[in-house]
């Protein structure tokens, strides 16, 4: 079978020692899940079931790589969350099964246009246009749950020009990894090449560009992206 016009190569993340990458199918983000970052947006976190949205896989970008400032926007705002790599799927799966499908992990920015996400808020209109754009998500290397583990705790920080700016612990996340998967997989039918960013601490706020946004995760990596 052929195409009607050419097709493109599918996007793929870089895995840590290794010249094999991970490809990527679709890419989920879980909205608002850490307390005092659900604080600071206007939110309470006690009352609030997780919610998703989502970023096309060709909003990936590699770390090493600089960040495009986005058109359209006055407030581009970090937020740095852990990145689950799924290398199984399945449907309505048990949080005590849950880990059984994760391939590695790895440290991602979720780009935010903070100013044409809050209009689409106010207007009742969907985020795609605050959160889905071209280079929107930044992410370092994969590396192997097998060779790691799977992180329940751990610094999780961003710096901008070395001026801390995040700073939590993964055991803070509302909803944890396997509650995560859980509860997505009862909504999508979750297959392998999934990606999911767990969420982001409380300090996000604007860059500009020149800025370079240093970010870690305890146990899992740590990336340099430049704003240009």
């Known amino acids: 079978m052929g195409y009607v016009i050419e097709a493109w190569e599918p996007t793929s993340l870089e895995v840590a020692g290794s010249a094999d990458r991970f ?4 890419i989920f983000c879980v909205g608002r899940n850490y307390a005092e970052h659900a604080r600071e947006m206007g939110f309470d976190p006690d009352r609030e079931p997780p919610f998703f949205f989502m970023k096309p896989s060709d909003a990936l970008r590699p770390a090493e790589a600089p960040f495009p400032y986005p058109s359209r926007s006055e407030n581009v705002h970090h937020e740095v969350e852990l990145v689950v790599a799924l290398g199984r799927g399945g449907k309505d799966v048990a949080k ?20 044409l996400q809050g209009e689409m808020k ?48 993964l055991s803070e996340l509302i909803w944890s990894v396997p509650e995560t998967i859980e509860h ?43 704003v240009v």
Request: proline fraction near 8%; aromatic fraction near 6%; include cysteine.
């Open 23 to 26: 490809p990527v199918r679709r």
């Open 96 to 115: 005590e099964q849950a880990l059984d499908l994760v391939w590695g992990y790895a440290v991602g920015l979720d780009m935010t246009r903070r100013d």
């Open 122 to 169: 106010k207007a009742g209109r969907p985020w795609e246009a605050g959160k889905a754009f071209d280079a929107s998500a930044p992410c370092g290397a994969l590396r192997p749950a097998a060779e790691i583990g799977h992180p329940k705790s751990g610094a999780i920080w961003l710096k901008v020009n070395e001026e801390s700016r995040q700073s939590g612990d």
């Open 184 to 226: 997505l997989s009862s909504l999508f039918e979750l297959k392998p090449g999934d990606l999911i960013f767990t969420g982001t601490p409380a300090g996000v706020g604007p860059v500009k560009p020149g800025d370079v946004m240093l970010a870690g995760i305890e146990g899992v990596g740590e990336i340099a992206v430049k």
